[in-house]
């Protein structure tokens, strides 16, 4: 298997714009979580998903994110509008059970100016 | 919150010297993890320690868990240059939360 695998591994985009981050999860896995990570608040959890089903979104910083898991293979993470305080390393992460083992994908490095 | 907090935040040796990172947490759980990040790079799951263990070994990594302290310590043994990297701890809380993960140390391994 490959992995987890995100895309872009790099945005920059401008204040006021859209942002879509991908995710594909290791096949077979039933969770999967997003993470953001920055050097003042380390590594946060915003939501995770459950056999493709939004378990715990609480981290969601505030409505202009948004996440989806339309199948078992791909989810996306979305903000919309983007603010420079957004800017940020975005992290997906899957695993077979809550507690276990999380394999991360290599990040999607976000700049929003 | 976080639940778990990694001390020291920062810690650099010289290449073949012991590396000792500490860990502490605030409630019960399941297990602690221990994962790395390399620069520009996702976590790495390295060792898993359950509740009902005192320590656990996997290479040169040995892990303890006290949970009457609500602590645990990373060893990395002979350390290599290549061991640099920021190294986390994750807790499963027992009422069957998500895993948590604390704020990092930062190890330098100068060659």
């Known amino acids: 298997d490959a992995g987890v695998i995100q895309s872009p591994r790099h945005e920059v985009t401008e204040m006021g714009q859209e942002v879509t981050l991908r995710c594909k999860p290791i096949?077979?896995?039933?969770?999967l979580f997003w993470y953001r990570q920055t050097m003042m608040r380390g590594l946060e959890l915003l939501i995770y998903f459950n056999n493709n089903v939004p378990i715990d979104d609480s981290g969601m910083p505030e409505d202009r994110f948004s996440a989806k898991m339309p199948n078992a293979s791909f989810s996306t993470l979305k903000i919309q509008p983007s603010e420079p305080r957004d800017s940020a390393v975005y992290f997906c992460?899957?695993?077979?059970?809550?507690?276990?083992?999380?394999?991360f994908g290599a990040g999607t490095r976000l700049s929003v100016l | 919150s976080q639940q778990g907090e990694e001390d020291p935040q920062a810690l650099s040796i010289q290449e073949g010297e012991n590396a000792t990172m500490n860990c502490s947490y605030k409630t019960s759980i399941n297990n602690l993890q221990w994962y790395r990040q390399n620069s520009g790079r996702g976590l790495v799951h390295l060792i898993l320690?359950?509740?009902?263990?005192r320590e656990k070994h996997s290479g040169r990594l040995r892990v303890t868990l006290d949970t009457s302290k609500k602590s645990s310590s990373l060893l990395i043994t002979a350390s290599r240059a290549a061991d640099t990297a920021s190294y986390f701890c994750?807790?499963?809380?027992?009422?069957?939360?998500?895993?948590?993960f604390g704020g990092g140390t930062r190890l330098m391994v100068k060659p």
């Open positions: 994750a807790t499963d809380a027992s009422a069957g939360n998500m895993l948590t």
């Open positions: 096949s077979g896995h039933d969770y």
């Open positions: 992460a899957s695993s077979w059970v809550t507690g276990n083992i999380q394999y």
């Open positions: 320690i359950r509740s009902n263990e």
